[in-house]
């Protein structure tokens, strides 16, 4: 199995309950500031350690760069939701992209009856595609 796991700066909990919202599923957030022992800089921050959402799209990781870090989040990478159903695919599209960038419309294309490419409020680019009909026989 592989598991998408994101980066970013200081947002990552608006991020993953925004994406829990749109995809569904049960989301953990855990904190630097909960580390056993944590160094200088981590004892009293609220940012995201590690976050796991467990949608029925499929999981997704992600955490904040630790305090200190110089940062490229999403840099060259997208993640990809696949639905049964172009009215999900639009749905999930349209949630993405508010406030984001289109890079290409939802709509269908030679390949998929639903296909879109957007990059969100967040920094994080996304693909939504619909599984084409699988031919009968």
């Known amino acids: 199995m592989i598991t998408p796991y994101l980066h970013f700066e200081g947002h990552c909990e608006e991020a993953m309950r925004a994406y829990a919202q749109v995809l569904g599923g049960d989301l953990d957030l855990m904190?630097?500031?909960k580390m056993p022992e944590a160094p200088e800089g981590y004892a009293h921050s609220e940012a995201i350690?590690?976050?796991?959402?467990m949608s029925p799209?499929?999981?997704l990781m992600a955490s904040?760069?630790?305090?200190?870090?110089a940062s490229k989040p999403q840099s060259s990478v997208s993640v990809t939701v696949s639905t049964d159903t172009v009215a999900d695919g639009r749905r999930i599209f349209g949630a993405l992209v508010e406030g984001g960038v289109p890079t290409m419309e939802y709509g269908p294309s030679f390949f998929s009856p639903g296909f879109g490419m957007c990059v969100d409020r967040f920094g994080t680019s996304w693909i939504i595609m619909t599984t084409p009909a699988?031919?009968?026989g």
């Open 49 to 53: 350690m590690h976050a796991a959402l």
């Open 31 to 33: 904190r630097y500031k």
């Open 134 to 136: 699988k031919p009968a």
């Open 64 to 69: 904040d760069y630790p305090p200190h870090v």
């Open 57 to 59: 799209y499929g999981d």
